[in-house]
């Protein structure tokens, strides 16, 4: 016996996600996202230019594969965005601007499994590309803040939001913070301490309380903004409030992976435990240029936890979970009238109802535990009376009531049934 691979999970029953999905498409497609779907391979190097080499998820976390022949690495893509914008410079001669993008999938990350987090987990991403103003950043975080308020019914979470300033402002403000950190050398991890020396705004990732502690004293970005990133500050968090978004600043926050500029918003559920953030993105105006291209191309996105999401929707997940067909069950009696059975079940499944067939060679009494564990509202009977006569004994599972219902009467009485 074979099982599943550490951190990873078998969605058995799958109708609490399918619903989630469903309901998550349909809310930004009134939006104008589309669908996009780029492949789970890519090259490591993508991934190293864009979250950045001394991030956790590209320093210690990517599965990379061993090849047998090409000289170019590649690995199961840790997260969205890189391949996103790579597929829209790849393709943008054919793509209008702006680019509203969505996908769902899942995501690679060589993590120590608990609760929350996995190996391979799920992302919806969204990333709306060529895009610049500050009101479209408020108007995104407002279209996730109501899809967890409005579309999900939530209520126990927190939406923290930070400014990361541009390149330019963060060259003084890494200044002020490594003189902070260097007064407080014996104070912080042995990680902080190579942090500070080759990424310095990871210190602010580190999960162990003391450091978290004494950063709460260290100096803030917002402190270090130049007049117009200030304004943009300013701006957003005045839309945001006429858009009815409650939110708090947190000065720490600067999301795990290198390529945020300006904006970053984390959602943070409170029944979630130690993985308690559920939702998470930012600005990249630079990661086009990153990548390669001549022309910037400024963009906004997020990723919601799937996994996370559901967890906080355990409680009323009938409400979120995927509605299917109701089904009726199609017994044959005997081997002789399988042929009868097939035929009136391929009839009524090409007029839109959801039909099992049971025509294997065992007792009614068998087959009818079969039905009710397929969770059958109906069951359609076909013995010899029934196929003398053409018609078949309709048994409705949750009464216990019987009919005879003919053949030609059978679709309008099972769509009856149906609505
Ligand atoms: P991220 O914060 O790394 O952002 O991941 C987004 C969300 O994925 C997290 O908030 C969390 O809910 C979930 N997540 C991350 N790692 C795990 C794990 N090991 N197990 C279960 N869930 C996990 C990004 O990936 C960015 N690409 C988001 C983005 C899109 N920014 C701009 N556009």
């Known amino acids: 016996m074979f099982s599943g691979v550490k951190g990873t999970q078998d969605i058995i029953d799958s109708r609490l996600f399918d619903g989630v999905i469903a309901r998550l498409v349909s809310h930004v497609t009134l939006y104008n996202f589309s669908h996009m779907q780029t492949p789970i391979l890519e090259s490591v190097s993508l991934f190293k230019r864009s979250i950045g080499e001394h991030t956790d998820v590209v320093g210690k976390e990517m599965f990379i594969l061993e090849q047998k022949s090409s000289k170019e690495q590649l690995c199961l893509r840790p997260e969205g965005t890189a391949g996103a914008m790579r597929a829209f410079l790849e393709h943008q001669h054919a793509l209008p601007l702006p680019c509203k993008t969505y996908s769902y999938g899942p995501m690679f990350r060589y993590e120590r499994p608990q609760k929350g987090r996995y190996r391979q987990f799920h992302h919806f991403n969204i990333e709306a590309l060529g895009i610049k103003n500050v009101a479209y950043d408020a108007l995104f975080i407002s279209m996730l803040y109501k899809t967890f308020t409005d579309v999900f019914l939530l209520e126990n979470f927190v939406l923290e939001i930070n400014f990361l300033g541009t390149a330019q402002d963060r060259v003084a403000f890494k200044t002020a913070l490594y003189d902070f950190l260097t007064a407080h050398q014996t104070a912080i991890c042995q990680t902080c301490q190579e942090r500070k020396e080759t990424n310095i705004l990871r210190v602010f990732d580190c999960k162990i309380e003391s450091c978290q502690q004494l950063y709460t004293k260290a100096p803030q970005l917002v402190s270090y903004l130049c007049q117009e990133s200030q304004a943009e500050w300013d701006l957003l968090r005045t839309q945001l409030a006429q858009l009815s978004v409650s939110f708090v600043h947190n000065p720490r926050l600067v999301r795990g992976l290198d390529y945020y500029n300006k904006t ?156």
């Open 264 to 419: 970053v918003f984390e959602f943070i559920g409170f029944d979630l435990g130690a993985q308690s953030t559920f939702c998470g993105g930012g600005r990249y105006d630079g990661l086009a240029e990153q990548l390669g291209s001549k022309a910037a191309v400024p963009a906004l996105g997020a990723a919601i936890g799937l996994e996370r999401l559901m967890m906080l929707l355990e409680a009323k997940k009938e409400q979120f979970e995927k509605v299917s067909l109701p089904l009726a069950c199609i017994i044959s009696c005997a081997q002789e009238q399988n042929n009868t059975a097939l035929l009136l079940a391929d009839f009524l499944q090409s007029h839109g109802i959801c039909i099992d067939a049971l025509v294997d060679d065992e007792s009614l009494k068998a087959k009818f535990k079969k039905a009710e564990r397929l969770k059958a509202t109906l069951v359609l009977v076909v013995g010899a009376d029934e196929q003398q006569g053409n018609y078949v004994t309709v048994k409705n599972m949750s009464s216990g009531t019987q009919e005879k219902i003919s053949q030609h009467e059978l679709v309008t009485f099972l769509q009856k049934h149906k609505s």
